[in-house]
C-alpha cells in the first residue's frame, strides 16, 4: 500500500511540474498581471460628436484586445466622467474629529481621482479627453492618468492632441494614435498598421489567391491575381515583399512580389515537382524553402532573387517548412519525417547539430517563431484522432509546452502577431476553414473572415 501511494503522490507531483512548466510558458510570453483601465466613452462638441462612435468603439477594441489591461466595466462608472484634468476637483480636509465619534471623510468637491481608484471601479488607470471641430479637422485631447496617485500632477502620465479628417476615418486614425501611446506606456505596441496575409479560395472553384486584411479583419483585399493555386505566403521582415508558391507556370515555383509597388520580382527558383515552404532570412536578404530532390523534399537556402541555390538538409525524408529564428538568424525550425512521423526540429543554418523538439506523439506541423526568438507557435495532433490538429506554444530551450485550443475542430497554421502577444491561425471551428485571432494565453478568440475557405495567415507588420 504504502508503495502505490508513493506512485500516487509521484504521479501528482509530475502533473504539478507540467503545470507550474505550461505556465511559465505563458507567464514569459504575456508578461504576467494586467493594469486595470478605465476607459469612458469620450464626448464631442459641433460636428465632431457624429464621429465619436467610431472613435470610442476603436479606442475601446484597441485597449481590450492588446491583452495588457483589464478592462473595468462601464456599468461601474461614477456619474461625474470629467473630460479634462481642470474637472478634477480635490476634496477637502476631514473635518476636526470630534471626541467619541468615527473620524469624518473628506468633504468632496467633485470628480476625483479615487472615484476610479476606489470600489467599485477599483481601476489603476483612467483614460479621458473631449473632441472638437478645429478648422475642418478632428481633433482629439486625449490624457492617461494613474489614479492611484494621491495629487493630480504625479497622476498625469500624458497628456496628447490628435488630429484627424473630419470623418470616420480620421476618428478611427486618432483613436488608434491615442491607444498606442496608451499601449507604450506598458511597453506594448499597437497593430493598428499591420497586415495579415493568407490564402483564400473565394474568386472561384479550384483558384487560390493571397489576400491581406488589416488586423482586425477590415479592408480585405486580393495581393495575387493568377487565376491559379498560390500557397504558403511568407511576408520578408521589412513588411516590403511576399513570397510564395505559385503553380501559374504549371510547375510549382517560388515567385517573390513587391508588397509596396504590387510588382513581380525575379527569384530564379529550381525546376522540381515540389517547391514550397519559403520564408526570409531576418535580414531580408536570403529565402529558405523545400523543393523535391531525387523523390525527397529537402531544404534549401538562396538569395533573395534565387542566386547561390545550396542544401541545409540531406536526409532520405521530408523536410519542409524553414523557419528562421527571427534574433539569432543562426539557426531554423522545420518539419520532418527523419524519425517516422512529422515532427517538430530545430538545427543550426548550415544543417548541423539536429535535435528533435516535439515529443513524437501525433503529427506536428506549421511552426512560426515568437519575435522574441525563444518560443514557437505550431499545430499538433498530439495523440488526438487524425484531422484533430491543435495550436501549442513551446519553450525551445526547455521543451516545455502549453495547449493553447481545445476540442475546436483543426486548428492550424499560427504565425505570431508583431506584438508578441497575438497569434493568427486558420481555424474550422465555425464549419469551414476561417480566419481567427487570440491572445498568447489561448483567450479572446475573434473570427477574421467568413467568406470562402481561407487558411495559412501570416501576421506582419
Known sequence: MKRKAALSWLGVLAALLVAA??????IKITKGERAVIALPDLRGAGEAQRFMDAFNQTVWTDIETSGLFKMAP???????????PEDFRPPLPRPPARRGQPPQPPRRQGPWLTDWSGPPVNAGYLALGYAAEQAGQFVIRGWLFNVAQQDLANAQVFGKLYLGS??????????HEFAADILKQFGGASLAGT??????DRTGRGIKEIWSMDHDGSNQKPVTNYKSVCTTPAVSPDGSKIAFTSYVGGNPAILLHSLETGRRLRFYGPVSAMVATPDFTPDGQEILFS????GWAQ?????VDGSDLHRISQ???IEVEPKVNPKTGAEIVFVSGRGGAQQIFRMNLDGTDVRRLTSGEGQASNPAWHPDGQHIAFAWTRGYEPGNWNIFVMDVATQSFVQLTHGAGRNENPSWAPDGRHLVFSSNRSGSAQIWTMLADGTQLRQLTTQGRNTMPVWSK
Do not use: C, H, M
Not at 497586415?195 to 483564400?200: D, N, P
Not at 531544404?299 to 538569395?303: D, E, G, V
Open 21 to 26: 512548466q505550461q505556465s511559465d510558458v505563458i
Open 74 to 84: 462601464k456599468s461601474l462608472y461614477p456619474l461625474e466622467v470629467p473630460q479634462r
Open 166 to 175: 473630419l470623418n470616420e476615418e480620421g476618428a478611427r486614425k486618432t483613436a
Open 195 to 200: 497586415k495579415i496575409y493568407f490564402v483564400t
Open 291 to 294: 523543393y523535391a530532390i531525387a
Open 299 to 303: 531544404i534549401a537556402i538562396a538569395n
Open 315 to 317: 536526409v532520405r525524408a
